[in-house]
């Protein structure tokens, strides 16, 4: 059969945009039940979070920069790193994850919305109502419903530190409520996506023939379904610790403060791994395109994906090594914490085996695509290091924990969110981003970066704990801690060309086309912006690059089936 036979039903004229009163338009928004759009309020939502968190972590650097700074109180130091923490896992990351799965899901499948639209809309709102929640503890001091001040517990929130004795006022069940919330928008949206993974793809794309984007969204929402679950019943019975006179966690009436650290990390971990298999997603889709080949070893990447989603369910508890589980426990974590590593690694090969011997384009999506992969690794062999017990009892409360973390979030996860960025813009605008500003945005925030996160390291090895809110100048970490700053401010920068360069493409930008980068899945065979119904045919395929295949019917290299 012809590779020119590879999709069907493709749309090659532009829809008709019709302008209407602003009113209407605000009104359409509101309501919408289109994918696109709820997924475009997701990451726009975690913008605007991603803003207040930085704010949020800028004071933190201020505070450190110098001992014995006395910038911010010790309280609103407690509190910046709590709203800080929860911030950018769930007001952020999750979010944007959510939000890119949700617009490019369906149009990479060949369908033309999500299963559930209205359980789409209700999922987003009550994710939105519940960050706005969390920020509402920071209003009023008297009142029924007033905080009177932001949580100070941490996001981890420690018993016994939640207990009304230590926690009064309202602050901490403002906390409570707005992860609880957002557990359940998380729900259903990895519901509505495993549900349009599996039910709706278009005629002839079989599992075997599905994007790696796809298949990672489907691993992700499988690892929510079973990680959010505990956190929600940890909130239950902290509430009910809190309230109704229960003892779930209080260690003065019999209960245990370790439950609460076993409930938090059963979703704490894995909780990296549902936003860092999205983030895989992405690179899987960037680095074939730039390197103008196809992925190598398909089959061994979904391997590794579906094994990835089911180990980091068993490696929680090696952030709980400093609690003293005992021989037994202590050595099952640290062989499971080592086993993860594999399917990783395979990860790792596949997009360098990708990259061998292609013909690479450095345009901005592969130049942050090259940093991911870079500081990724890095940030694997530090978390393999705390991964062993002795040495994670050394520093397992110090900052080099810190970061680490940081590495795998911003150096892993950021990085891959920018160039997701800058390769799908075109598509969702139908505008190209400026590759001038995007490299200065590369570069400054590759150098603050590794100003920060690099030079961390430092002064956690030399005994700096975490959460500490100032310190003595004979300790030595000033110096260290001086460096972590500056690279702050470069990342600032860098932040500030990209969201100039979102702005400015928008209104200025040179017209994409519908496929810009020579792409070949479906996404780039409909119009830029999508109408929206995405496609005037559903499309057929007959292969894993259909649109590669319909464009280039004699590469040696199509993997048409």
């Known amino acids: ?203 002839g794309m079989k599992m075997s023939r599905m994007p790696l984007l796809a298949w990672l969204y489907l691993v992700m929402s499988g690892l929510v379904f079973v990680t959010i679950s505990p956190l929600t019943a940890a909130q239950i019975m902290l509430t009910m610790d809190r309230y109704l006179g229960s003892h779930f966690f209080d260690t003065q009436a019999g209960g245990s403060a370790v439950l609460w650290m076993h409930f938090f990390w059963i979703f704490g971990h894995p909780e990296v791994y549902v936003l860092i298999l999205p983030s895989f997603a992405f690179i899987n889709e960037i680095v074939p395109v730039f390197s103008r080949k196809a992925i190598f070893g398909y089959p061994a990447m979904v391997a590794a994906s579906v094994g990835i989603g089911f180990i980091s369910t068993s490696v929680w508890a090696h952030h709980m090594f400093t609690v003293g589980m005992g021989a037994a426990a202590n050595t099952f974590f640290v062989f499971a914490t080592m086993v993860i590593s594999v399917p990783t690694g395979i990860k790792i090969f596949n997009w360098l085996a990708t990259i061998w011997g292609g013909k690479v384009i450095f345009a901005t999506p592969m130049l942050f695509c090259v940093g991911f992969l870079f500081q990724f690794l890095i940030a694997g062999l530090t978390g393999i290091m705390l991964g062993s017990a002795p040495f994670d009892w050394q520093l397992g409360n110090s900052y080099f924990v810190v970061a680490h973390f940081h590495y795998v979030i911003v150096g892993g996860i950021l990085f891959a969110l920018f160039a997701a960025f800058y390769y799908w813009y075109p598509k969702v605008t139908g505008r190209m981003m400026s590759e001038l500003l995007g490299k200065w945005h590369f570069w ?118």
């Open 1 to 203: 059969m012809s590779t020119t036979h590879a999709v069907e039903g493709i749309d090659q004229e532009p829809g008709i945009q019709q302008s209407r009163p602003p009113l209407n338009v605000v009104y359409e928004w509101l309501t919408t039940v289109d994918h696109k759009k709820l997924g475009l309020m997701y990451i726009v939502y975690a913008l605007i979070f991603l803003i207040v968190g930085g704010v949020e972590a800028t004071l933190m650097r201020i505070q450190l920069a110098v001992p014995n700074n006395h910038f911010v109180s010790p309280q609103v130091f407690n509190q910046l790193f709590t709203m800080h923490g929860t911030t950018m896992i769930f007001f952020v990351a999750m979010p944007v994850m959510f939000g890119w799965g949700n617009y490019l899901v369906p149009l990479m499948i060949g369908a033309r919305d999500m299963a559930f639209p209205r359980l789409n809309a209700f999922s987003f709102w009550i994710s939105a109502f519940a960050g706005l929640l969390l920020y509402f503890s920071y209003l009023g001091a008297s009142g029924l419903y007033a905080a009177g001040s932001a949580p100070d517990v941490g996001w981890f929130a420690y018993a016994p530190l939640t207990a009304k004795v230590f926690s009064p006022g309202h602050s901490t069940d403002y906390w409570t409520l707005a992860v609880f919330l957002s557990g359940i928008g998380s729900i259903g949206t990895s519901l509505n996506i495993a549900t349009t993974i599996i039910c709706m793809r278009c005629k």
């Open 444 to 561: 400054l925030f590759v150098i603050g970066f590794h100003l920060t996160f690099d030079f961390m390291h430092i002064p956690g090895l030399l005994g700096m704990p975490r959460r500490v809110y100032t310190y003595e100048a004979s300790r030595g970490w000033g110096g260290w801690n001086m460096i972590v700053g500056v690279g702050a401010i470069f990342q600032a920068a860098g932040l500030l060309c990209f969201v100039y360069n979102l702005v400015w493409a928008y209104f200025k930008g040179r017209e994409a086309g519908h496929d810009p980068w020579d792409a070949w899945t479906l996404e780039w065979s409909t119009t830029s912006p999508p109408a929206e119904y995405n496609f005037a045919v559903l499309p057929t395929v007959n292969s894993r690059r259909p649109l590669w295949d319909l464009k280039h019917p004699d590469d040696p290299d199509s993997d048409y089936e």
